[in-house]
């Protein structure tokens, strides 16, 4: 309807700015170079574009350490091509949001710098988590930390500082320190920040762990799970005491009466469908919708992500299913198979070996972008881009990656399932550059790139998909085309079938106004699957499927290995 939020119907686009594409052959890419891109995207038909982190940082976590919120960094180019770059966009008919780091900045922010060096008693300490050694114990040696919270990034979640004589608390790495939003003059710095980027034209913003900025102020000790060192100090800061009041008021300070529609994602680890509810009612005024982690735990194993354990399908349905229902008749989803932080969809979830790679990566994206909500597509999942092929340790670049493998080994784990856990889960394997064409650095940069482009760009490439009308990026072209012309998959109810089925992803979307059906059935596997037309299915025609259809459906017919269809009736 006319009243709707125009991205309910949208689809968005997340680029990676340091791998997408390299315009200056320094090996990392750029602004110019996603400019000189934009092309690809328009084609793909995507609305909306998600920037990773472009601000001036040290890039200890690749930019999600921020020392400047207003500026770019000159890897990436200047304020002057970041303008060109969103005009170019907006005259694409595209949307840019911005990803908005406000849970910590940078070490070496100015703020926190001032904060650290003007002591204990100093004006701008409270911006930050400060707090004493425990007490009896002695300053910066081992579990002498405030309380026993283990960082997201391994080891303690406190670093001593030895001239003002406490630890500042840092859930991410060393040099992400937490801001304290406790305090009313942090949280008026980063609305002004934000009202400064809209002002600028920026179309929204996607929210770094916003779920994380309400810590409980008492900071109590967390439980320390069996075999770990640390306490988990989750139930303390996950969706804290105070994080709906803070949203409420970002949203009455930033957004409220903007003359622009935007889009807020908030990114939220440990979120509940409850909580979720709650963050993205549009009665609240809070966050447009959020990301949420079920999925993409499922298949994480007792020893954490980096002990990884086979994904059940009936597991993957219970999770998402839980969610379309939770969110039906308040809120909304955002839908994801990756991002950044996450394997390659298709490797993870599908099955990148050369039989089934292709038809893999379209099934999922067909049951992905016909689930109710807003979808993200993160740079190469729309070409099928794999995990990548890292030999050893001195492979990775990622902090979490490499922080893992030191603690893991220094605590006597086997260097070889280490690795193991690495090549499955790591977050590089998200970050390998985009793959354009077949040449040397597939396109990406005619320098040496900052981490080894995926050999087996020689068979995974835009350029070939392109002129493929069979390919995975026509495939993903073709679903988002068909969520901006067929209602029923914006506004469609969601209606899980089959649950307990181990091979077959089915739902149906209905929506009573056009009085439009929409039937998905998807085989989740490497095996033939014969499956029955639920009543009245018989000869509807297919808009779209992975494998051509010839001709009318029987009631019964079979499925080929990780083949998918879409059935419509009115
Ligand atoms: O990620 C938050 C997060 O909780 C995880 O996905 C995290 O990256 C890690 O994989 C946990 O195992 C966000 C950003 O997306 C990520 O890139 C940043 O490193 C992190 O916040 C800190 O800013």
New binding site residues.
């Given amino acids: 309807t006319a009243s709707e939020p125009w991205w309910k119907s949208a689809v968005v686009y997340q680029i990676y700015p340091r791998s997408f594409a390299d315009s200056d052959a320094d090996g990392i890419g750029d602004l110019q170079g996603i400019i000189e891109r934009l092309d690809h995207l328009s084609r793909l038909g995507v609305d909306v574009l998600w920037l990773s982190p472009v601000y001036p940082s040290p890039h200890d976590?690749?930019g999600?350490d921020i020392s400047d919120y207003c500026g770019i960094d000159p890897l990436y180019g200047t304020l002057e091509d970041f303008d060109r770059l969103l005009a170019a966009v907006h005259e694409r008919g595209m949307k840019l949001v911005m990803d908005l780091?406000v849970?910590?900045t940078s070490d070496e922010h100015p703020w926190f710098t001032a904060s650290r060096d003007g002591g204990a008693d100093g004006p701008m300490r409270d911006w930050y988590v400060w707090r004493p050694a425990r007490a009896g114990m002695e300053p910066g040696t081992p579990g002498a930390e405030p309380n026993n919270w283990g960082s997201?990034f391994s080891g303690p979640a406190w670093e001593w500082d030895e001239g003002s004589g406490e630890y500042y608390l840092h859930l991410?790495s060393r040099k992400?320190p937490d801001l304290n939003w406790e305090n009313p003059k942090v949280r008026q710095a980063v609305y002004a920040m934000m009202r400064w980027w809209l002002d600028r034209g920026v179309d929204g913003f996607r929210m770094?762990?916003v779920n994380l900025i309400s810590k409980d102020p008492a900071l109590p000790d967390g439980h320390v799970p069996e075999g770990s060192r640390y306490g988990d100090g989750s139930p303390y800061y996950v969706c804290g005491p105070r994080v709906h009041e803070f949203l409420a008021e970002m949203h009455r300070e930033v957004f409220a009466g903007h003359p622009r529609r935007l889009l807020t994602v908030g990114?939220m680890?440990g979120v509940t469908v409850d909580e979720a509810r709650l963050f993205t009612d549009p009665a609240r005024a809070e966050v447009d919708m959020v990301f949420t982690?079920e999925h993409v735990g499922l298949d994480h194993g007792p020893g954490g992500?980096f002990d990884p354990r086979p994904l059940r399908l009936t597991d993957l349905k219970a999770s998402l299913g839980r969610w379309q229902t939770g969110l039906a008749e308040v809120g909304w989803n955002s839908l994801y198979w990756s991002?950044?932080?996450q394997p390659r969809a298709v490797s993870r979830f599908g099955d990148d070996g050369p039989a089934h790679r292709d038809r893999s990566a379209k099934a999922l994206a067909t049951v992905l972008h016909l689930h109710r909500g807003t979808p993200y597509v993160y740079q190469g999942e729309e070409l099928g881009m794999t995990n990548a092929p890292f030999a050893s340790v001195d492979d990775f670049r990622d902090i979490?990656s490499l922080n893992h493998h030191a603690h893991a080994v220094a605590d006597g784990a086997d260097p070889e399932r280490v690795l193991a856990g690495l090549r499955a889960m790591g977050?590089d394997n998200a970050r390998t550059p985009v793959q354009w064409d077949a040449s040397p650095h597939a396109g990406f940069t005619t320098g040496t790139p900052w981490i080894p482009v995926n050999p087996n760009h020689l068979e995974i490439n835009a350029e070939d998909q392109l002129a493929d009308p069979d390919s995975v990026f026509h495939h993903y072209r073709r679903l988002i085309d068909l969520r901006h012309t067929e209602p029923a998959v914006t506004h469609g109810d969601f209606h899980m079938l089959h649950p307990d089925h181990e091979q077959l992803y089915a739902f149906t979307r209905h929506d009573t106004a056009s009085g439009t059906e929409l039937l998905v059935l998807a085989n989740i596997s490497g095996a033939d699957l014969t499956v029955d037309l639920p009543d009245g299915w018989e000869g509807t025609e297919v808009p779209i499927a992975n494998v051509p259809v010839t001709g009318p459906l029987a009631r019964r017919y079979t499925l080929s290995p990780w083949e998918a269809r879409v059935h419509r009736r009115r």
Wanted: glycine share 0%.
């Fill in positions: 976590d690749n999600y780091v849970n910590h997201f991410f992400q770094d762990v990114e680890p982690f992500k991002n950044h932080d979490e977050r």
